[in-house]
């Protein structure tokens, strides 16, 4: 968090005033027990900061470099910073690969990144079947934007193939 606030060029009071300001009350010697590990951070506090400080709640959670060294996410629990990220981020289970079943990391994914779900509910063969459409229609629009189609006219012609063909909405969210 020091560094979070020393790289908005904010001083403990200021960072203190923010927290007021998004009506979570703090004293400069509270964002000065935080930094120091003196006091503990509840879940509304943690929003605040993170919110006064422009991050995401998991950076002020983990290491801010995600790669081999070590996070410690307990006092019993210690792994890969980059793996403390995923799990954070709702990509992977935090146990290990060889310890998480197919079924059991596509039961956390669901949960975890909802909007994937669609994706995640098909199975290999319907994926491989999915990138090779998806790989086919970039080919043709890239051959569009050869021949001097603007991009804006690939987009109607793509929104009209969307409603010809029943996604009911008539527009694509790309």
Do not use: C
Request: glycine residues 6%; proline residues 6%; negative net charge.
């Amino acid at each position: 968090m020091l560094a979070l606030r020393t790289a908005h060029g904010l001083n403990q009071p200021q960072l203190a005033e923010r927290m007021q300001d998004l009506g979570q009350p703090m004293h400069a010697t509270a964002v000065s027990k935080i930094e120091q590990r003196d006091r503990r951070v509840d879940v509304d506090d943690l929003v605040a900061l993170a919110a006064a400080l422009n991050a995401s709640p998991n950076r002020l959670l983990l290491p801010a470099v995600a790669d081999n060294s070590p996070a410690d996410l307990t006092s019993a629990l210690t792994v890969e910073s980059i793996r403390a990220w995923r799990w954070a981020r709702g990509y992977e289970p935090l146990l290990p690969p060889d310890r998480t079943s197919r079924e059991a990391r596509r039961a956390f994914l669901l949960k975890n990144q909802p909007d994937e779900a669609d994706y995640l509910t098909l199975s290999d063969s319907e994926i491989i079947k999915h990138r090779e459409i998806i790989g086919r229609l970039v080919e043709v629009i890239g051959d569009a934007r050869k021949q001097g189609m603007t991009p804006g006219a690939v987009r109607r012609l793509v929104d009209i193939a969307f409603k010809d063909h029943g996604t009911g909405t008539g527009e694509t969210d790309f």
